[in-house]
């Protein structure tokens, strides 16, 4: 039943074209926690819930804790506060099993030797 994003590569979050590159990227960063979980919301939801998003994020939280779930929603503790979010407006993020941090593409110097481009 879960509808988790599981997340192994950066490619798992680029090719979404619902995240903003500044999301996508801090996601990167966030996700190489095993247990972390991470929620983002459509934009008019979030003062619509009780729960507060991360300092400086308009719309994406940290999740405490996955309390239950049906087939259309998650019942998530964000903080203090817990609520349920409809799945059709948000997306619940973790890390994939098996992946000690999301992989990333990188460049080497090398890569630029010849006049290559990032």
Do not use: H, N
């Amino acid at each position: 039943m879960s509808d988790v994003l599981e997340v192994a590569e950066y490619g798992d979050l680029a090719a979404r074209t619902d995240f903003s590159r500044r999301e996508i990227d801090t996601l990167v960063g966030l996700l190489d926690e095993t247990d972390a979980r991470y929620l983002v919301l459509e934009e008019w939801l979030v003062g619509e819930k009780p729960i507060e998003p991360m300092d400086g994020w308009v719309r994406l939280f940290r999740v405490k804790y996955l309390l239950d779930e049906t087939d259309d929603a998650w019942c998530v503790r964000v903080g203090e506060e817990e609520c349920w979010v409809p799945k059709s407006q948000s997306v619940l993020l973790a890390l994939a099993d098996g992946a000690d941090a999301v992989s990333t593409p990188s460049k080497t110097l090398t890569d630029f030797a010849g006049g290559g481009s990032a």
